[in-house]
């Protein structure tokens, strides 16, 4: 069952996204010739009064696709009356093709517009997000209050021992090697966010009222396979009822901590302080999936919405193939008045598909070392 809960997932997540290029491009006028799920061979299709739906083989990806340009209008094949027409046909004449005004090809709309295109995709899958996240919130119909980051006992020989950290203290900031400052809680802030750092760390402590700043370097438990500081929190995880409209405000709130933990986490990753491994391809998500589908379909739509955050925040991020690298080329454009190069345009989109696959690759093999763990 896993794998039909897998390719759900993905199907949504990727519908959801090109749903939302699409119906934008709708909106504005732009043609849209073919809305995909999935890549290569179709094993699906259904023409519409323009756009061609259709479900592809390798369940991936997906696409929208606009005519970019007059020339690339004139080379597609076209369809009149739901058959298709190939632009070698003999009997096709230029007249029975049906011609996109420059004004609806996709390089033809103005860039504010196309910038909405673009933007729409990823902001399709954080609204996404804010639903299913409501929905949990609405159904279990309480919140998870975590007890403050006081210090219940000290492992011996613990990296906190030696730096002087003592029962009773409460870790009120932590302040990590790159210069992040952050404020402590309850016992998940030090959880996650030591999840995303490494190194030494400066742990403010409130003692009685004084405060004291403590020097620690966690060190790697290889049972738990993490960097531990070496201290146990007393305190229990509370529930807190909510009602229908607290629940509701209660999953956007939550969206938008999974959007800055998701932003934290690429910023972390982008300028090296946390490595490759700690990201996950598709085998690592079709093992989040077997995890999450045992703890039942709660926990399951959990894992849609976090990874629905995460493909949102990742198409922002301004690598050309990515919608966030397309925003950038058509603000450049704005810029200086005119669009780049088409050759240009092509040969940073190469480049950028080539990071990509080799990102994908680089991945995959971290996803599978951590199976043989």
């Known amino acids: 069952m896993t794998i039909i809960y897998f390719l759900i997932m993905l199907g949504v997540l990727i519908a959801i996204h090109e749903a939302g290029h699409m119906l934008t491009a709708k909106l504005f006028n732009i043609y849209v010739r073919e809305f995909a799920i999935g890549f290569g061979p179709v094993i699906w299709k259904k023409q519409g009064r323009e756009t061609l739906y259709s479900i592809r083989a390798i369940p991936l990806g997906g696409f929208t696709g606009m005519i970019e340009?007059?020339?690339?209008?004139?080379?597609?094949?076209?369809?009149?009356?739901?058959?298709?027409?190939?632009?070698?046909?003999?009997?096709?004449?230029e007249e029975r093709k049906p011609v996109i005004e420059e004004s609806r090809t996709f390089y033809g709309a103005h860039p504010l517009k196309r910038i909405a295109v673009l933007l729409a995709g990823p902001l399709a899958n954080l609204l996404l997000a804010v639903f299913v996240f409501m929905n949990i919130f609405i159904y279990n119909g309480y919140d998870v209050v975590y007890p403050k980051a006081v210090v219940e006992s000290v492992l011996p020989g613990s990296a906190a021992q030696e730096a002087g950290v003592q029962a009773g203290d409460e870790i009120i900031f932590i302040t990590y090697g790159n210069g992040d400052r952050v404020h402590i809680t309850s016992t998940?802030?030090?959880?996650?966010?030591?999840?995303?750092?490494?190194?030494?760390?400066?742990?403010?402590?409130?003692?009685?009222?004084?405060?004291?700043?403590?020097?620690?370097?966690?060190?790697?438990?290889?049972?738990?396979?993490?960097?531990?500081?070496?201290?146990?929190?007393?305190?229990?995880?509370?529930?807190?009822?909510?009602?229908?409209?607290?629940?509701?405000?209660?999953?956007?709130?939550?969206?938008?901590?999974?959007?800055?933990?998701?932003?934290?986490?690429?910023?972390?990753?982008?300028?090296?302080?946390?490595?490759?491994e700690s990201m996950s391809g598709t085998i690592g998500i079709y093992t989040y999936t077997e995890e999450a589908v045992q703890y039942g379909f709660i926990s399951y739509l959990s894992l849609v919405g976090s990874i629905s955050v995460s493909l949102g925040i990742m198409n922002l991020i301004p690598i050309p193939v990515f919608d966030g690298g397309r925003i950038v080329m058509t603000v450049i454009e704005m810029i200086i008045g005119h669009r780049l190069s088409q050759k240009f345009e092509q040969a940073v989109l190469t480049v950028g598909l080539v990071l990509i696959l080799l990102l994908f690759i680089l991945v995959t093999y971290f996803d599978i070392t951590k199976l043989f763990k």
């Open 188 to 276: 998940y802030d030090v959880t996650v966010n030591n999840e995303m750092h490494k190194g030494e760390m400066t742990v403010t402590v409130l003692r009685g009222e004084k405060t004291y700043d403590m020097k620690i370097t966690p060190r790697y438990d290889a049972e738990s396979d993490r960097y531990l500081m070496g201290v146990m929190f007393g305190g229990e995880m509370q529930q807190v009822k909510l009602t229908l409209g607290q629940a509701m405000a209660r999953g956007f709130t939550y969206t938008f901590e999974m959007i800055g933990m998701t932003v934290r986490s690429v910023w972390l990753l982008i300028t090296g302080q946390i490595g490759m």
């Open 69 to 93: 340009s007059e020339e690339e209008n004139v080379a597609q094949k076209v369809l009149e009356g739901g058959q298709e027409v190939a632009e070698n046909d003999s009997e096709a004449s």
